[in-house]
């Protein structure tokens, strides 16, 4: 029998700290549930202590996941694991993650704590987290820097006051396969408790190793991989969720153990991070980019369709592709409206909301003729952006012809008063931006501007990231259209609502 790989997915906690990844505590929800469906057996959450709006949000997914186990980190502070207890309260299914540094250059230059304080505050964290769940994880951080002899001390000291999950990561993506996976055998050898723990890693992408490390690791004792869809995460990003559960499916004559994903479920969870983010997947991304089953030339198209194993290792349809069915159109009722809803872990929480959203629905239905589950995540995000607008677009008209400059006029609310304005660009999209700014004199700085296609089809929906940044902060802004200028303007609109409102980015650097 085949031994449990734990899949630890950090999308909502490593993955957020991506810059300009911040999400709301709807879209957590959303890809929290979305992570449940496919089988995730740990959601790390988020960071309650680091601000109010992260705390709101692990209670939320707490509160909303019932199968999966829902996690919080916490510093190896008292008051830190506190505040992740609280959040996780509502929920019996829980683990807290408590870390400290473990290497030289981090406890003497960031902690400015001796090795012996160290253990100390570790034994403390883990013996009063203990106090919320049986359920403790411990991460001493930069594990891969860290002197061997002392991280044996400091894990047999953790195991002893009652972790049960030891993670190992690779902080800085530094480590090599063979090193990270010596270090995982080495560690599991010379601790005299280490039966009585599963050992874990967590591996950055610095050096585009993530995914190997992680392998190296599972092939020397490792049981649970902690990663995030798509490979999102702080810098080069994390260990991708969707590589390393199929490497392992598919060499199951290599691997001794397996997973408990449910595989059909991890393209349309990428496509929903993907959106919620504004962080497009590149085409030639293993598993889930768009050409990771396609065939251009013409021997590889002749093997395939002589026999698909010649040059695919994978079928396309077991990992998600083609499951995004014609499911509701224009003459689609509200209680399949609804249902539909559901069944894609779409929880509204007012009936005013629901026909808001339903309205919207019946108006991309008179515009194209095929909906999909893409796009109704993407008019669940639209709407969704912000509580209270305090710019809303109301009618664009924008000129585009060739050899003429284009042209665009805006009228916006704002507050309780309408604005208008127009403006000449470079493109119509230019042209749009440069109107908005006219009435809201933002001056902020645009650092992103995507536009991506939800579905395929020429009638297909556009969505638009747009991310600013204004004194320090910065605002993702979503808007989906079938006219890409009118998602540009919305996905404006709401950057500059976040940046007006008190909303707080839900996982800020501590």
């Not at 995030?228 to 060499?251: F, K, P």
Request: include cysteine; charged fraction near 25%.
């Amino acid at each position: 029998m085949r031994e449990h790989l734990v899949i630890f997915d950090t999308t909502l906690r490593d993955g957020e700290q991506s810059p300009g990844a911040s999400m709301t505590m709807e879209e957590k929800v959303r890809i929290a549930r979305q992570l449940e469906r496919m089988g995730v057996d740990v959601i790390e959450a988020g960071f309650p202590a680091a601000s109010r709006g992260d705390f709101e949000a692990v209670r939320a997914v707490a509160e909303a996941v019932s199968n999966s186990t829902v996690c919080g980190l916490a510093r190896a502070i008292e008051a830190d694991i506190d505040r992740t207890g609280e959040a996780l309260q509502i929920n019996q299914n829980v683990r807290i993650h408590t870390f400290i540094a473990t290497s030289p250059i981090h406890m003497k230059n960031k902690l400015r704590m001796s090795p012996d304080q160290v253990i100390d505050q570790a034994i403390k964290a883990v013996k009063w987290a203990r106090q919320y769940t049986d359920n403790v994880e411990f991460s001493p951080e930069d594990a891969g820097r860290s002197e061997i002899d002392f991280l044996c001390r400091v894990l047999e000291a953790v195991i002893d006051a009652g972790a049960r999950t030891l993670n190992i990561p690779d902080t800085v993506g530094y480590t090599m396969p063979d090193q990270f996976g010596g270090l995982i055998r080495t560690l599991r050898e010379r601790i005299p408790n280490s039966d009585k723990a599963v050992f874990s890693v967590h591996c950055h992408n610095d050096l585009g190793l993530a995914v190997a490390n992680s392998l190296f690791a599972v092939m020397n004792g490792a049981r649970q991989v902690e990663c995030t869809i798509n490979g999102l995460g702080e810098r080069a990003g994390n260990a991708a969720l969707e590589e390393v559960v199929m490497a392992v499916r598919t060499r199951q004559d290599y691997f001794p153990c397996d997973t408990r994903i449910d595989t059909t479920q991890i393209v349309p969870a990428s496509k929903l991070v993907s959106g919620i983010t504004g962080f497009p997947v590149q085409p030639n991304k293993a598993i889930v980019g768009a050409n990771a089953f396609a065939h251009e030339s013409g021997i590889h198209q002749d093997g395939v369709l002589k026999h698909r194993e010649t040059y695919e290792i994978m079928r396309a349809e077991d990992v998600g592709w083609g499951a995004n069915k014609l499911l509701l159109g224009k003459h689609s009722g509200r209680n399949a409206f609804r249902s539909r809803l559901k069944e894609l872990g779409i929880k509204l929480e007012s009936e005013e909301k629901l026909n808001a959203i339903f309205m919207r629905f019946k108006d991309l239905a008179d515009k194209k003729h095929e909906i999909f589950d893409e796009d109704l995540h993407a008019l669940v995000s639209d709407e969704a952006q912000i509580p209270e607008e305090h710019y809303r677009l109301l009618s664009l008209h924008a000129v585009s012809e060739t050899g003429e400059i284009p042209f665009a006029q805006v009228v916006i609310a704002v507050g309780g008063s309408e604005k208008q304005a127009e403006s000449e660009g470079s493109g119509p999209v230019d042209a749009t931006f440069r109107a908005i700014e006219k009435i809201l004199d933002s001056r902020a700085e645009l650092q992103l501007f995507s536009v991506n296609n939800i579905t395929s089809g020429t009638d297909a929906q556009g969505e638009v990231t747009v991310r600013l940044q204004k004194a320090g902060r910065i605002a993702n802004g979503h808007g989906a259209d079938t006219d890409i200028i009118a998602a540009s303007a919305k996905a404006y609109l709401s950057a500059c609502n976040k940046l007006h409102s008190s909303l707080e980015r839900t996982h800020p650097q501590i």
